[in-house]
């Protein structure tokens, strides 16, 4: 419940009789209900979970604590949000369809005020519970990249790379992965998200690797770039700068710091090397419910690293008909600085071709 207390506080603020919460990774945050229906409504006193005949069974054993509330057609929705509340209704403006929210204020008596992300904002700082799952999430990723090593050679294509992670993270029990998998090998490299395709790897190619998995609902994120036989010195430079602006910049993780003193750390140092033309996105960002969260670790990235926020510091250099590398690891922001999540090598892997 220290989650809803949390959520009253700002509701108490801000004047907020209720709020009504529909979008998934919000609605889990509060509830713990992992079906596809269903809406979460908390009072300063109660709260609620309203949802359709098929999901009751299933609310009343995954939301403890909470008034399973059953609608129907005929009392939807509003009807018993009516019967709840009459003042300052906050609703989710950033997932309500336009069509919704004119419904929405039609039939309710409630005044309806944007919450403008109000509960992603609890979500910045994770809580034990949930330090806990993002780790086990990255941890599986990290077993899965293990494996995959002995998996990769010439031949094999990009994406019998990416099933053969998804699968090895499933075996390791994950429910999926986290977003749809980068490989990109040779040329392809130079995509900073070319997912998988069937081209083959070869030999004196590098290999990008961009995956994680969702375990209970938590994401995971990781990039490691290997080498398929010897590549060029061209390659391997690329790759020393990339790995000296990730550690540098990871070096530097500790409260207080912007993300874009963060990003401006690692982006000096590719810079300097003469690849300022080559790093076209950000640093990081945060991950947990969703595999993109605040805070952005980029150049417009004006929010302060706090203890408890899980982000990514995944630098990469990416030239066109050559190549390209990426390295990406998984922090907790701590009290005095940070602990890296995500645990496999950094140094060039050169595998057997
Ligand atoms: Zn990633
Ligand atoms: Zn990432």
Do not use: W
């Not at 994770?126 to 293990?146: G, N, S």
Request: charged letters at 25%; hydrophobic letters at 40%; a negative charge.
């Amino acid at each position: 419940m220290k989650r809803i207390d949390a959520l009253r506080r700002q509701m108490r603020d801000k004047e907020l009789e209720a709020v009504l919460v529909q979008k998934p990774e919000n609605r889990y945050y509060l509830s713990g209900f992992t079906g596809t229906t269903g809406s979460v409504l908390i009072t300063l006193e109660d709260q609620f979970f309203l949802t359709d005949f098929r999901y009751v069974a299933q609310a009343k054993s995954q939301c403890p604590g909470y008034t399973i509330i059953q609608i129907s057609q005929a009392e939807p929705i509003y009807h018993h949000i009516n019967q709840h509340v009459s003042g300052k209704l906050g609703f989710e403006d950033d997932f309500f369809t336009v069509e919704q929210y004119g419904l929405y204020r039609s039939k309710l008596e409630a005044e309806m005020i944007p919450l403008k992300r109000l509960i992603e904002d609890l979500r910045v700082i994770k809580d034990d519970t949930e330090i806990e799952l993002i780790h086990k999430a990255q941890q599986i990723a990290d077993q899965a990249f293990d494996h995959i090593l002995g998996f990769i050679e010439p031949g094999v294509t990009e994406l019998e790379v990416a099933d053969e992670l998804i699968r090895v993270m499933k075996l390791l029990g994950a429910s999926g992965e986290s977003f749809q998998i980068i490989v990109a090998s040779g040329v392809r490299g130079a995509m900073p998200h070319g997912v998988a395709s069937d081209k083959k790897i070869e030999a004196g190619e590098l290999v990008t690797m961009d995956f994680g998995c969702m375990y209970r609902g938590y994401a995971s994120d990781m990039t490691r770039t290997v080498a398929v036989g010897e590549v060029s010195e061209e390659l391997k430079a690329i790759y020393q700068t990339v790995l000296k602006a990730q550690e540098t910049a990871l070096a530097a993780i500790k409260p207080g710091l912007t993300g874009q003193e963060l990003d401006t750390i690692a982006r000096d140092i590719i810079t300097e090397a003469g690849y300022s033309d080559h790093f076209g996105h950000g640093l990081g960002h945060g991950v947990g419910l969703e595999i993109h969260e605040r805070p952005g670790i980029n150049q417009i990235g004006t929010e302060k690293l706090q203890p408890g926020m899980i982000i990514t510091d995944e630098p990469g250099i990416y030239i066109d008909d050559v190549g390209g590398v990426r390295i990406e690891d998984l922090i907790l922001v701590t009290q005095d600085g940070y602990e890296v999540l995500s645990t496999s090598p950094k140094e060039l892997i050169v595998l057997p071709t």
